[in-house]
């Protein structure tokens, strides 16, 4: 890393952590249903019209199992209304290059991907979507599903901070309110802002130009700016363009560039903050915060040394080392840019990319798939994140429990067999997923005639897809072909599956920890508590995250990217 490497990551790291506070804050006032904001004037006649349309009572609270209901069958008719759009593309209005409708399995694949907040592309958007497809079936899920998962996480983080009641919150006014106070003002002003840097807005047709050999080169148009913005504050990720953040029309600037980086991180590390509110015990909003940002920093380091290192085998033709690995790199981020890209993108569930990680070093293309893998619980997806953490938490306070052997604590609150149930259901179902779907198609022919690579590396393409279809990040080791021209559904529908298990299987279990903490009569701390705030509790936490991703995962990692690694150093590529 050079020093101008180090100095742009110490600014991304100093800036994060100054704006986390009044993001924690800001999200304190938006999740309270009674809170005031400062644009309560201008919004708060559009939220109350809502609650009369759906016909709910903001002051009303729900239950789990109410509460999960209202997310699921939501979910559902935004499937449906998502899929009917893309079937009905060649029809509907704002389609200036005549673009086709999707084909049965594409559409189902796409349309769980955007409401599942993974954003999973098997096309190429520019060559795929029309405009009204883009920003009413897929710009929708972006806000909607993102407001969905910062509300879980609100209710989660209710059922800790409550005591004895039933009640979790209400998910249509957290829904309204994280959607009309959160995301859209944001939204509007950074969209403002990329447009200021040069990024594309508007409803023209494509433009075709004369390039210097004489061809003719098509140069897409459309309402960029606005996607570009709720893809990267809602840690989305799903690109506008087939390219994503690596073509110069969503990535015009280094500026851009940076606060994209710094944007998909926003939210997530201001949720931190708010759960320290919410619990009364800021020093564990702070210590859940470090645990994540030590495990991000490794991930950065790793991935850009690995990058930076470059291939011997390349190196043995004559290429110096001081290159470093370019291979998928745009060139105007250099290696340093596109590690820290592939680390923010994979660590917060955001799935947008600036590179192409099938071309990083076994090494380098090891970082962002583990950091899906450990649960995208590094900052996380927007709420996602939050509560795969605090999943996390339940396990490190239950270990600690064990160590001085008494009935563990959280917050003053007893964790019992049915939590750890409840927090070990969550993380099952992912493992099970993601290693099921793999395992399925590693052996069949629809699986490897995807595969644009042979050996570790072919077996990594396919293990990266189903861990970022389960986890819900969206972002791929691109060589795989997920919709190959002869309409093979395999993969289209395997992925579909693996992202409706990755958000909706996994939230069941959640919800249902959330209630049973809300229950618990929370006593005072005890000499024999074990704190969850300082150095001690952090460190335990790190350790429970990798344990339980190294216990998972390493065998299959080390069918892929570790074992690419020896053989890449014995002049072996595939």
Not at 91 to 108: K, Y
Not at 197 to 216: C, D, P
Not at 351 to 367: E, P, Y
Request: glycine share 10%; charged share 10%; aromatic share 10%.
């Amino acid at each position: 890393m050079h020093t101008t490497d180090w100095l742009q990551f110490a600014l991304f790291l100093g800036l994060l952590t100054l704006i986390t506070k009044p993001m924690g804050l800001y999200l304190m006032q938006v999740l309270d249903a009674n809170g005031r904001t400062w644009i309560d004037p201008i919004l708060k006649p559009f939220e109350k019209l809502t609650y009369k349309l759906i016909g709910i009572d903001p002051q009303r609270e729900q239950g789990w199992k109410q509460y999960t209901a209202a997310i699921l069958a939501f979910s559902f008719i935004g499937v449906t209304f998502t899929y009917a759009i893309l079937r009905l593309q060649d029809v509907l209005p704002w389609n200036p290059q005549g673009l086709p409708a999707l084909s049965h399995s594409l559409a189902f694949n796409t349309a769980i991907s955007f409401a599942t907040n993974t954003n999973w592309q098997s096309y190429g958007g520019e060559a795929t979507m029309s405009y009204f497809s883009q920003f009413v079936g897929l710009t929708f899920h972006n806000f909607v599903s993102a407001a969905a998962g910062i509300s879980i996480a609100a209710a989660l983080v209710r059922g800790i901070a409550r005591s004895s009641v039933k009640t979790v919150g209400n998910f249509w006014v957290d829904l309204v309110r994280t959607t009309y106070y959160l995301l859209l003002p944001l939204c509007a002003v950074f969209a403002i802002f990329l447009v200021s840097q040069g990024m594309i807005q508007n409803f023209e047709a494509y433009t075709k130009v004369s390039t210097v050999e004489g061809a003719e080169q098509v140069i897409a148009q459309g309402p960029m700016a606005s996607q570009v913005a709720i893809k990267m504050l809602g840690t989305n990720g799903g690109g506008f363009v087939n390219a994503n953040a690596a073509h110069p029309s969503e990535n015009p600037t280094p500026l851009v560039n940076f606060i994209q980086m710094l944007s998909i991180f926003a939210i997530g590390s201001g949720l931190t903050y708010y759960l320290g509110r919410m619990v009364k015990n800021q020093a564990h909003g702070w210590a859940v915060w470090a645990a994540m940002m030590v495990l991000f920093v490794g991930g950065v380091l790793v991935c850009a040394h690995a990058e930076a290192a470059g291939n011997p085998i390349h190196q043995q033709l004559g290429i110096a080392a001081a290159d470093g690995n370019m291979e998928g790199k745009e060139v105007r981020f250099g290696i340093f840019n596109s590690a820290l890209f592939a680390t923010v993108t994979t660590a917060a569930s955001c799935g947008a990319v600036n590179a192409m990680h099938d071309s990083f070093t076994a090494i380098g293309g090891l970082v962002p798939l583990f950091m899906i893998e450990l649960g995208e619980v590094v900052i996380g997806g927007v709420g996602a994140g939050l509560y795969g953490m605090l999943v996390f938490v339940i396990l490190a306070v239950f270990i600690a429990g064990l160590m001085v052997g008494r009935t563990p604590e959280y917050l003053g609150k007893k964790i019992q067999a049915k939590e750890v149930k409840l927090a070990m259901l969550s993380l099952l179902v992912l493992t099970l997923s993601i290693l099921g779907f793999t395992a399925w198609a590693a052996v069949s022919d629809w699986g490897l005639a995807g595969l644009n690579n042979a050996g570790p590396h072919g077996f990594s393409e396919i293990l990266y897809a189903f861990s970022s279809a389960t986890g819900n990040n969206g972002s791929a080791f691109a060589g795989l072909t997920a919709n190959p021209a002869n309409g093979d559904p395999h993969y289209n529908i395997t992925l579909g599956l693996a992202m409706l298990i990755g958000r909706f299987l996994m939230i069941v279990p959640i919800m249902a920890l959330a209630e049973s903490l809300a229950a618990k009569q929370a006593t005072p701390p005890s000499a024999g508590t074990f704190p969850v705030n300082g150095v001690t509790f952090t460190v335990l936490l790190i350790g429970t995250v990798v344990l339980v991703g190294a216990l998972n995962f390493l065998p299959a990692l080390a069918l892929g990217p570790i074992v690419e690694h020896f053989l890449m150093t014995q002049g072996r590529l595939f």
